[in-house]
């Protein structure tokens, strides 16, 4: 039996353990740092934490880093030194010389964990000298069986038990989002007579949404299960929904509110139907290009199975295999339901078996993280970095041909490399 036949029907997903090859929860730092302006994520780890988010972040100058590490070294290991008391001193030393910092983000990692520094009493205890004027609090950043997506959804469900309670009807976006995507929904949702409206995380952290039982949410990203959960246990119902990628998942989306809000549907045609007919058309100048291409998803980002829904029904892509490190079956029945039927969708990660049937298949494009991307082209395959999917705006109608251009460009640099 071949590797590939050996899958089922997609309603019997396959799940598989091995090796794992992807970037751990600090990576959010990246995005998040950009997102909320007044915010300040030490991370408190050793000099190879430090390595992977400044290699992360690329070459940046800051006049105000928002982001740095507090480096746990030889004596901290030994137990020569109190790292509580050099924690103290470097956050104390930190607020002192930033007064523009007012959340501050205590981030732990692999070396942290290992020493069994609690962050959690940390933040208690830093906030009793620090607050009000800094909120402390610590999630973690550890890449010890975790994928890099997950940091945001640990940072959000730090956040979301002090978020303020309101007893009022509204929506709650979920998911960090550019601010121009941000805007770009908040038109939507006032035009469609939906609000009030607030997403989370805020832009600045004295702008945090208030939350409580009449808040119904939607996810932005599927990668936030801690979040939903620590929503959920604020009295936040969920509204169940595809995830805004592409015209009809944008347009699935917006709908899921606006069933929850009693839109007329012709009010909902009238608002939605301009932007859906534009993505349509900025995504039919790549769909000659991309029908019928053959897309392989390596298990990295959690966005695989939405990405993959978009791919094949709005672009006519074929989908080889969806790999993906965790599966929520719950937020993503939506999505799955999409798929077409016998899609090989595999949770988990054996990267060697994985890597096996990737060749075995020969894909016009691999989807993977940046550990397996320079073996598989040197191998002739041609692939896209996952992390780009989150680093770059591609949510909504107006980013539906971006998010296509993505899969394309790498195909026609292949294309010009080969003439
Ligand atoms: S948190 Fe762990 S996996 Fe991430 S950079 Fe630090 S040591 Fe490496």
Redesign the pocket.
């Known amino acids: 039996m071949s590797a590939a036949s050996e899958f089922v029907p997609l309603q019997q997903l396959r799940s598989e353990r091995g090796q794992r090859a992807v970037?751990?929860?600090?990576t959010g730092i990246i995005w998040l740092h950009r997102k909320i302006q007044d915010a300040f994520f030490l991370?408190v780890?050793?000099r190879?934490?430090a390595?992977?988010?400044q290699s992360a972040a690329g070459v940046m100058i800051f006049a105000e880093p928002r982001f740095a590490t507090a480096i746990i070294d030889d004596r901290d290991l030994a137990g020569l030194a109190d790292a509580n008391d050099e924690l103290d001193r470097v956050v104390t030393q930190l607020l002192e010389r930033r007064p523009d910092i007012r959340l501050l983000f205590l981030v732990?990692?692999?070396?942290s964990e290992v020493i069994k520094l609690d962050l959690s009493r940390a933040a208690t205890r830093l906030s009793k000298s620090f607050e009000p004027r800094v909120r402390i609090r610590n999630y973690s950043?550890?890449?010890?069986e975790t994928t890099f997506t997950q940091g945001e959804d640990a940072c959000l469900a730090a956040l979301a038990p002090t978020l303020p309670v309101t007893a009022e009807k509204s929506l709650l976006v979920v998911g960090a989002l550019p601010d121009v995507v941000e805007d770009q929904f908040r038109r939507l949702f006032a035009a469609l007579g939906i609000g009030p409206v607030n997403f989370f995380p805020p832009r600045r952290s004295t702008e945090l949404p208030p939350v409580g039982p009449g808040t119904r949410f939607l996810l932005a990203q599927p990668f936030l299960a801690d979040t939903a959960r620590a929503l959920g246990e604020r009295g936040a119902v969920q509204i169940p929904a595809p995830f805004p990628l592409g015209a009809e998942g944008t347009t699935a989306w917006l709908q899921a509110a606006a069933t929850e809000w009693h839109v007329e549907p012709g009010r909902f045609a009238a608002v939605t139907g301009p932007g859906h007919e534009r993505a349509q058309r900025s995504l039919s100048r790549h769909r000659d290009q991309l029908a019928g291409k053959r897309v392989f998803f390596f298990p990295d980002s959690q966005l695989e199975v939405p990405l993959a829904r978009f791919l094949s029904r709005e672009l006519g892509m074929q989908l080889t295999e969806v790999g993906t490190p965790y599966l929520h079956r719950e937020h993503l029945a939506p999505e799955l339901a999409l798929l077409p039927e016998g899609t090989k969708v595999v949770e988990g990660q054996h990267v060697d078996n994985q890597l096996d049937r990737c060749r075995a298949e020969r894909p016009d494009i691999v989807v993977c993280g940046l550990g397996l991307a320079n073996p598989l082209e040197a191998e002739g395959l041609t692939t896209k970095w996952s992390i780009e999917l989150v680093f770059t705006p591609i949510h909504g109608y107006e980013q539906a041909g971006d998010l296509a251009e993505l899969f394309a460009r790498p195909l026609n640099r292949r294309l010009r490399l080969a003439v």
């Open positions: 970037f751990c929860g600090l991370v780890g050793s190879t934490c390595h992977l988010i732990g990692s692999c070396p950043g550890s890449g010890i």
